[in-house]
């Protein structure tokens, strides 16, 4: 199998994609461990601050990233089960949007990966 055979086009976006959404998922928690002072009823609207909303958000966009990132790499070392790691990145691109989406371009840059990575076809020989 020659090197022209692989989805690159994807796979480089996957990684961009995964890194991104990785990156978003570390902002989320950073602002997750400060509590929210706004609004107009006092500290956490009313004290009610709800740590674990930010930390679930925010792991949700850790494995997300790590899926996509995982998938990517697997699409290029394994271009014949392209189908199956495209679905994997296209489905955690989309669940990454529960987690900032990787800054928004990491999701867009995920969700078009996975259709890339679900169209290839291998060349005939």
Known sequence: ???GEKPTVAFTLALISGILVLLGGLARMMW???PFWGGMMGPGMMGMWM?????????IGLVSGLVILVGGLMLQSRPDQAQ???VLILV???VSLF????FLAGAILGIVAGILALTYRPAQR
């Open 1 to 3: 199998m020659s090197v």
């Open 32 to 34: 997750a461990w400060t």
């Open 51 to 59: 740590p674990w909303f930010g930390y679930t958000f925010s792991a």
């Open 84 to 86: 199956t790691w495209g």
């Open 92 to 94: 955690f691109a989309v």
């Open 99 to 102: 987690s900032m989406g990787g």
